[in-house]
């Protein structure tokens, strides 16, 4: 018996690995971006259907909003070019028996219903809790010291980055200063100079 | 109980925010090792007030306060305070000793003291990440050289991988057990241990990747020789010694107080990459001639004789992997440490070959050098023959004779490389880096530094002496676990 669940759960993770090979597979990297942007949206739908709303929400803010905006910036502002030619991919015998040893591995786990036993299903609540304020709850209690952790975490990499990318004023750059330009006066730009006419010349 | 850290973070903020204005590297630099040493007060008052009082080692269930805590915490003190205080000079000449410079090497210190004492996969990831991300950042901190960039971006990339490896062998766990804490974990597993699933050996394997790609070991050392090059000199003595130690703490944490229930998925793994790491790293040292590089397979292969004593999980194996940390990290440290008196701003020691003489103008300088090859190489009477002898005798008394000949054989094929710079320092002669300018010769001081020189001194002395009277410290080891 297929319940509508089922249903959802196999469109929308057909449709999640669809646009994942996709992402690899198009020539054109905008396209691959968009493909990307397909597969969290997907992922964030398998993950509703978890009940984790609020990851699932978080998942579409931070990586679709923001992340994947930017990412697609970057790449259109970079020149487009036609790398991915299948010729010049010498590493593919290997990679695919990389490919094929993983995918055994990963049927072998199957056959041996590891992980399709212990399938994860939410559990039913009846609590008067929302997923978000449990997130909330644990977080600012029992895992509040690896949560002020990122956020010194989040110090350094900006640290870093600002380190990395700043060189320092240029000798050369050019600039205004307000506090000498209001300062002036007429003395020191205009310079009066006394230039005989051509007439009283002759 | 958070006091180290504390001091750490504090520190870091305030080197920080006066670095916009301070320029002097060696008053941040001052600053910095200050720091780290009312750090170092602070963790061994916390340590003797709390076994005083009998407090618990475990604070809900996330932070460890132990022996091993305690003596990991010190050692990455006590290293950074040396590596901090001989790079002094370096920076000032090299012209990173910026602000940003010493606060994320406080950073990364702060990281390290977060994973020495995790008790739950979530505080041990965040540190671990924390001390990395400062770290590369470090490593690419000369921005204008290309080779530093390259290190930096291998080690970012590789590093990632590493880290991806190892949350996913933490997340295979979980889904396995529902456990991230550590000593409901251990139990957990010590009841399924025999009957384990897939994916718990899956699991354990991703997360032994992860930290064979931290601690550079064979076949996953393939960045080590790279940012050993590219990186500047001090951060690469950095890389080599207190994030050694830091990664050796992951590597307890993890396999002693997570995994040793389940020994015998990881034991025959941590055989091979030991074995394997002893081979590639002095064999393929033989071959180099850059003075960075030969280090970084050094490394390789001083990890692999590490792995051979923690392959054999037991409380006494563990004590002697540590004993063997600290020599490789004292030897370490007295090598790089004369390297970085050395570097003139005419003639920077890359190649071994720039070392010709040194004998002839620095003889202490030569000396302790000497000391510390000796001493990574395994000649007695030195430090670093005590620690092989150590991993040596507890293969033999646990019927490991196989695995124990072949460790020496590689050690004597080690040795050659050891003992090349000692025959280029002691008995070639001095080449003028010029023939256009021959009064000027590779090996000269970059100023006159006393400090420096004085810790440089402490290290190679120390060689000596741990290695004449081991005892108390191979006492206080084997007290850790």
Redesign the interface.
Known sequence: MISLLDCFFYSISSMLVASSLAVILVRHPVRAALFLVLSFVMAAMLWMLLEAEFLSLVLIFVYVGAIMTLFLFVIMMLPAEESLSWKKWRGFPFALLLFALLLSLLF??LK?S??LG?SASPADTTSTYTNTQAIGHILYT??A??FE??G??L???M??A???TF?GRRVDAKGQCINKQVRASKQDQLKLVNIPSEGEKG | MWIPEGIVLLAAIIILLTGLRLKNAKLLAGLARFSLLLTMLATILIKTYSWKHHLDTLISELWFMDHIAFVMKLTIEITAWFVLGLGVHYTQHEDIGSGEYYALTLFAVLGMLIVASAAHFMVLFVGLELFSLAIYALVASQCHISIGIEAAIKYFVTGALASGLLLYGISLIYGATGQLAFVPLMQDLGVIANGHSLLISFGVICILVGVAFKLGVAPFHMWVPDIYEGAPLSVMLWIATTAKIAAFAILVRLLWNVLAPLGSIWQPLVQFLALLSILVGNTAAIAQSNFQRMLAYSSIAHMGYLLLAVQLNTESAWSVALFYMLSYVIGTLTAVAVILLLQHKHAHIKQINDLCGLHQRHPWLAFILLLAMFSLAGVPPLLGFMAKWQIVQMLIEQQQIGYAITAMLLTIVGAYYYLRIIKVIYFDDLQPLDPAKPNIYPPALLAVQPTASIMAALCGGSLLFLGIFPAQLLQFCLQVF
């Open positions: 072998y786990m041996h590891l992980l212990a029992q895992y010291l690896p952790m990122i010194i975490l110090l350094v990499a640290v870093a600002i380190m990395l060189r």
